[in-house]
Nanobody, 124 residues
Framework: QVQLVESGGGLVQAGGSLRLSCAASGRTFSDYGMAWFRQAPGKEREFVAGLTRSGLTTFYVDSVKGRFTISKDNAKNTGYLQMNSLKPEDTGVYFC?????????????????WGQGTQVTVSS
């Protein structure tokens, strides 16, 4: 099994940037595809960005396309979410998730491994 720990969240003004990190331990991250989800207060956890196990394919929810970039450094066993041009509606707890399959998925239930989350707050 792989254990995931997120970091890098915080408070930022609209238009600013943050980079979230997802440190993996227990197994090499090259054995997993990964994704970022977020959950705003009172709302369901939603898919934000995904990266296949091969590292060749990325996919995003429409609302973050062109602003967010997902990546993974297998040598460091760490995944990232670079978030630029942040908006107040990006506020929420951001979760890193991993799955062993080679296929892509936006479904929460497709990811068996989760971190504890990191808070991102964007002020207007």
């Amino acid at each position: 099994q792989v254990q995931l720990v997120e970091s890098g969240g915080g408070l930022v003004q609209a238009g600013g940037s943050l980079r979230l990190s997802c440190a993996a331990s227990g197994r090499t991250f090259s054995d997993y595809g990964m994704a970022w989800f977020r959950q705003a207060p009172g709302k369901e956890r939603e898919f934000v960005a995904g990266l296949t196990r091969s590292g060749l394919t990325t996919f995003y929810v429409d609302s973050v396309k062109g602003r967010f970039t997902i990546s993974k450094d297998n040598a460091k066993n760490t995944g990232y979410l670079q978030m630029n041009s942040l908006k107040p509606e990006d506020t929420g707890v951001y979760f890193c998730a991993a799955r062993g399959s080679f296929s892509s998925s936006r479904a929460r239930q497709a990811y068996p491994y989760w971190g504890q989350g990191t808070q991102v707050t964007v002020s207007s």
